[in-house]
């Protein structure tokens, strides 16, 4: 049976939850269970510290993982990141008081959760530092006077800006959640090789929608123009002489626009549906 962790609290959980339940996987546990078996599809879901993730699974206890990206670099692991999905998405960087005038970080005091991941980007900039390593809330170390700056994921910015804080420098890492493995993609077995499928359907079907509308025949080739498909549109004959309906995938976020212009060109009836997952 193919056993694979997902975070049992914090933001990534829920959004784990919910993927896999999409991707047809019985995965809801009851209470604070830390297994759930799915029999049909031949998984077992371990709930561990989200932190935790990449060490089971780069020890071979577990076949594969949900963690974050800046966890996964933060463990020190040597784990391949087969697919990036989609949601937990934030950025990992630096941040200093507001009114303090600070322009480098070399020399200062660094407080941060992620002393591995932040470690490994000061060495490569060749910056000496003093890292603090906390469990959890760096923004109030600098308030504290336990460290001149802080390290830490940020998602809205609010929290710092709260604690008087505000970036410094470009983001470390674009940190997201992640499907973990120590295998490459090419080698999994079928089981491991299916949920990852399943997986990428949906994380493809979410950058798409599926677009319908009439138009005359005459306009068919500009309005096909407009909405190529993956391969290329549906057309079929509409009871009205004349006329055809079409069906096609589109970007999701061009949607309007392409409703606007098939629109001015007289197409009718345009409809745009959500898809849940698909294979291309």
Not at 1 to 30: E, F, W
Not at 48 to 53: A, M, S, T, V
Not at 63 to 70: C, E, W
Not at 177 to 185: D, G, M, T, Y
Request: charged residues 20%; neutral net charge; glycine residues 10%.
């Amino acid at each position: 049976m193919l056993q694979v962790a997902l975070p049992n609290k914090g933001k990534l959980a829920q959004g784990a939850i919910d993927l896999l339940l999409t991707a047809g996987y019985h995965c809801s546990r009851s209470g604070r269970s830390l297994a759930v078996r799915d029999r049909r599809n031949n998984v077992a879901f371990l709930f561990l510290r989200p932190r935790d993730i990449a060490i089971y699974v780069s020890n071979g206890v577990l076949d594969l993982g949900i963690t974050g990206r800046d966890m996964l670099i933060d463990s020190g692991k040597e784990l391949t990141e087969l697919l990036g999905l989609g949601f937990g998405k934030a950025l990992f960087r630096y941040a200093v008081p507001k009114n303090a005038n600070i322009n480098t970080l070399a020399g200062l005091r660094i407080a941060t959760s992620y002393p591995t991941l932040v470690r490994r980007d000061l060495d490569t900039k060749g910056i000496e530092a003093r890292l603090v390593p906390l469990d959890g809330a760096v923004e109030v170390s600098v308030l504290l006077g336990v460290a001149d700056a802080v390290a830490d994921v940020v998602q809205t910015g609010q929290t710092m800006a709260d604690a008087g804080l505000v970036p410094l420098g470009d983001p470390v890492l674009e940190t997201e959640a992640v499907l973990v493995s120590r295998r490459k993609e090419g080698t999994l077995n079928s089981t491991a090789g299916r949920l990852v499928q399943r997986l990428e359907g949906i994380i493809l079907a979410r950058e798409f929608v599926m677009i319908e509308y009439d138009c005359p025949h005459d306009i068919i080739d500009a309005a096909c123009q407009i909405t190529p498909g993956i391969e290329s549109p549906t057309i079929a004959p509409l009871s009205k002489p004349g006329w055809v309906a079409v069906k096609a995938m589109v970007n999701g976020h061009e949607a309007n626009h392409i409703m606007d212009s098939l629109e001015d060109l007289g197409a009718k009836g345009i409809l745009v549906t959500g898809i849940r997952t698909c294979r291309i």
